[in-house]
């Protein structure tokens, strides 16, 4: 307790805390003045010790002006930590000020902000950029000692974290503020490190106790496909009922809706359950949020919302419905529960079908190693540079090489060529080659010094209506009337394509209630209760996560050590014996491909294992392939899983179909046809601010954005095919939409290790991918029977046996060999 002043010490003895070693260690970084990552389990006390510091500093030297930054992804736990932090402040009777600021914050408040700071203030990297692009941010920023980024391992990686790390090299060079991160789940130590700060210190915390995490498959038959998991909703329930509060995860806002109707039908005894996902209007969100604070509920359907931000001390455990598709992932939505560092976190994982088996046993054998994935982050994009470019012309004149050399200090840019930054700055400057003549991209220009300006006030304001990096589709209100409602009752948003699909009288769930859609007037969707036709159920782009490298690797490693297989569900165990007996089973090296005749076609199955969006992009390549080779492709389907391809000429040279050469003309013959860029340019234009959404007076449609990018990228691939816009758009669809990483490294791991099993039926390991062909274009009774059907004849197919098979795979020794393998 000697680091701590008395009086401090005191309130630690009232609280009947102690400090803890890394409590410590950041008081210790303060005083040395270095940045600093702390890693600490959810319950270690890790917000306190980000701020301890700076509560200490400001009691011995209390005064005007910003003292600490605070930075995390969600507005929500800015205003948690802002209540908590009250709490020492007020018990200590501290000088200190702490205030919010986001989007949400009121104009005048935002105004009296700028001229009189408050000592603490938490805001987003949003908010941050915006307070930077003012002329008076070097007076602002001037007394900043500390900046504090929550959820590190949340930003870092993505392009909020890339204009996060450009928003603190611009502040090194204001002030002499120091940088510390904090995160529960760090996967790659150096590179969050760099982030913070290239001297920065590890700070780690003890370990709390070692999770507990089991496996509840679902009641009755394990389904071969599917991903809704619906059929668990009784189980789930009775999960819930034996806990005091409960988070049930689930991966999408489509399968939230859907669970927690399915949970209803069975909830008799009316527990308190609600709904939380990011689409649902943020009042109720609060609402929901609220009554788990207070703890009125005893559980809440959520998506991805409550995977970070606000600890609720009274979540007794977590249950992940559908596979979790990473150990880092899995391991933050643990620490949603038990915040008590010396009690194990509880979480039960019910997967939706027989591969989710496999996923899930692979994830609960991460977690007890603590092997947490995820890509280590890549280099900055270059939209989001050239957005912050004119946000700091918005802030005041500057010399190339000056800004150059700051944002060099970046970690996602640190080895940004300066060519690529001369690109970026001509591009904000006047559009580039391409689109110099026109006056509306003329944003910066120079005078004889070489100072950079900001073109006019216009421009100015256009920025600042327009900063952020996430570009979602564009979203519709949904508004409840009826006769007695008046303007009506606001549930949500949905995105604009959805709506399309409807027709009046169509009804769909959201918000845990059935709707029927009535009309669209301007951006507003009037609805009303009730029941109408087949209810479809919104959709959301975006919304699936593939699976992660690491993951993806211990679910190969499993299926090839059937001494693993011990603890799997029965049904799994003979399915997985069953393929072995019929085929194969996919290894931790090399490649299994299997190809089969069923009707009149010939499928070819490839057991890839690199995740849905490296899946699709193999997909289209391998088809354009196929079709050179004159087997005549008709199609193909990808899950997280495997890959499967159906053609009229049975496959023959797989080592050749999956050459590495396959990423060279191939590839770029795909691009130009494909709308693949052309999306993806989209999001890039907004983000550089090529297309605003938003001006002054007016803002842009879906429509005529979309138009416009589609207009701007023709020119630009055809006047000027070098421009820094398209190569960032390369860039971008390498790393996300196209997954190029993954696709690359699983060719390598194929050369010469392919296995290629030519068979004369449907194997037991290709029936849940075949099931998933015309599984999302099923909307009708007769399509579902139809479906239904087909299911129950590919696993006969499948599973199939002569006398001798199943003796075979029903005696002793087989049996054994689950448990001791031959």
């Known amino acids: 307790m000697a680091a701590l002043p008395a009086h401090f010490a005191a309130w630690f003895a009232k609280k009947g805390w102690v400090l803890r070693s890394h409590q410590h260690e950041m008081l210790e970084a303060a005083a040395d003045g270095v940045d600093a990552l702390l890693i600490a389990p959810t319950g270690a006390g890790k917000t306190l010790a980000g701020f301890l510091p700076s509560l200490v500093d400001l009691s011995a030297r209390p005064g005007p002006g ?12 800015g205003t948690d930590i802002a209540r908590n932090l009250q709490a020492p402040v007020d018990d200590l009777a501290l000088p200190v000020t702490i205030e919010t600021r986001s989007g949400d914050t009121p104009a005048n408040r935002r105004a009296r902000q700028r001229e009189m700071p408050p000592n603490i203030l938490l805001t987003t990297p949003e908010s941050l950029h915006l307070l930077l692009t003012d002329e008076n941010s070097a007076v602002f920023f001037r007394t900043l000692a500390c900046v504090v980024v929550d959820e590190v391992h949340a930003l870092a990686g993505t392009k909020r974290g890339d204009q996060l790390a450009l928003c603190l090299s611009r502040i090194r060079t204001l002030s002499p503020a120091r940088v510390v991160g904090l995160s529960a789940t760090v996967a790659h130590r150096q590179a969050m490190l760099d982030y913070i700060g290239s001297a920065a210190r590890l700070v780690e915390a003890a370990p709390g106790a070692a999770p507990e995490v089991r496996l509840l498959p679902p009641p009755g038959t394990i389904p071969w496909s599917g991903h809704m998991g619906l059929q668990a909703a009784g189980a789930v329930l009775a999960c819930i009922r034996q806990a005091g509060m409960t988070i049930v995860f689930v991966n999408t806002r489509a399968q ?34 609220a009554a788990m604070e207070a703890g009125r509920l005893r559980a809440v359907i959520a998506t991805s919302s409550l995977d970070l931000g606000i600890d609720w001390g009274g979540v007794d455990q977590v249950v992940q419905v559908g596979a979790p598709k ?33 996923e899930c046993e692979a994830a609960m054998a991460g977690v007890a190693a603590q092997a947490l994935d995820g890509d280590p982050p890549g280099p900055g994009g270059l939209d989001v540079l050239a957005q912050h470019i004119l946000g700091m012309a918005c802030a005041g004149k500057f010399l190339p090489d000056d800004l150059f050399a700051e944002i060099i200090t970046a970690a996602p840019y640190a080895q940004l060529s300066r060519s690529d930054f001369d690109d970026v700055l001509r591009f904000v400057e006047n559009g580039g080659y391409a689109l110099a003549a026109y006056e509306r991209y003329r944003k910066l220009f120079r005078d004889a010094e070489g100072y950079v300006y900001v073109a006019t006030e216009r421009v100015v304001r256009q920025h600042r209506m327009n900063i952020g990096t996430i570009v979602e589709a564009p979203m519709l209100k949904i508004r409840l009337v009826g006769k007695k409602r008046g303007f009506g009752v ?22 845990g209630r059935l709707l029927i859609f009535l009309r669209l007037r301007d951006t507003v969707i009037e609805v009303a209760e009730g029941r109408g036709k087949e209810p479809k159920v919104p959709a959301y782009e975006g919304a699936r996560m593939p699976l992660t490298t690491n993951l993806a690797a211990r679910v190969r490693a499993m299926l090839h050590n059937a001494g693993a297989w011990g603890g799997f569900p029965p049904d799994v165990q003979e399915w997985l014996m069953l393929q072995r007996r019929r085929s194969r089973l996919p290894g931790p090296d090399g490649l299994l491909v299997e190809s089969f005749p069923r009707g009149r076609r010939w499928y070819m199955v490839v057991y890839a294992f690199e995740g849905r969006n490296a899946h699709q992009t193999l997909g289209m390549l391998l088809t354009r392939r196929m079709e050179r080779f004159g087997l005549h492709p008709l199609g193909f389907v990808a899950t997280d899983y495997v890959l499967a391809t159906w053609s009229l000429e049975r496959p023959y040279d797989i080592d050749r179909l999956l050459e590495e050469d396959l990423l060279g003309d191939d590839l770029e013959a795909w691009l130009e046809t494909s709308s693949m ?12 601010g090529l297309i605003p959404r938003h001006q002054p007076g007016a803002d842009k449609n879906r429509r005529q954005v979309t138009v416009n990018s589609d207009l701007i990228y023709d020119v630009l691939r055809k006047h000027q095919p070098d421009h820094i816009l398209l190569r960032a758009t390369r860039s971008d669809a390498a790393r996300g939409l196209i997954d190029l990483g993954r696709i690359a490294a699983l060719l390598r791991r194929a050369r010469g290790r392919i296995t290629h099993m030519v068979l004369s039926r449907v194997s037991p390991l290709a029936v849940p991918v075949l099931l998933e062909i015309g599984r999302e274009q099923v909307q009708h009774s007769a399509a579902e029977e139809f479906l239904l059907a087909e299911t129950e004849a590919l696993v006969a197919e499948a599973t199939l046996e002569s006398p001798t098979e199943r003796k075979f795979i029903r005696s002793p020794r087989v049996r054994n060999m689950l448990v001791d393998p031959p």
Not at 271 to 289: F, N, T, Y
Not at 329 to 346: F, I, T, W
Not at 678 to 687: D, E, N, Y
Request: aromatic residues 8%.
């Open 66 to 77: 910003l003292h600490t930054l605070y930075v995390s992804p969600l507005k929500a736990l």
């Open 256 to 289: 939230a809706e859907l669970l927690f109707q399915e949970i209803w039908k069975h909830n008799e005894e009316n527990l308190p359950i609600a709904l939380h996902h990011g689409s649902l209007d943020v009042a109720q969100r609060r609402k929901v949020e």
């Open 326 to 358: 990473g150990v880092s992932r899995l391991l933050q939505r643990l620490g949603r529960a038990n915040h008590r560092l010396d009690e194990p976190s509880r979480a039960v994982l019910v997967p939706a079908n027989r591969f989710e088996v496999l």
């Open 490 to 511: 606001p549930l949500g948003e949905v995105e604009e394509y959805f709506v399309n699909l409807l027709t009046p009288g169509d009804s769909f769930m959201f918000a």
């Open 677 to 688: 860029l052309r999306r993806s340019f989209r999001q890039v234009a907004v983000i550089a």
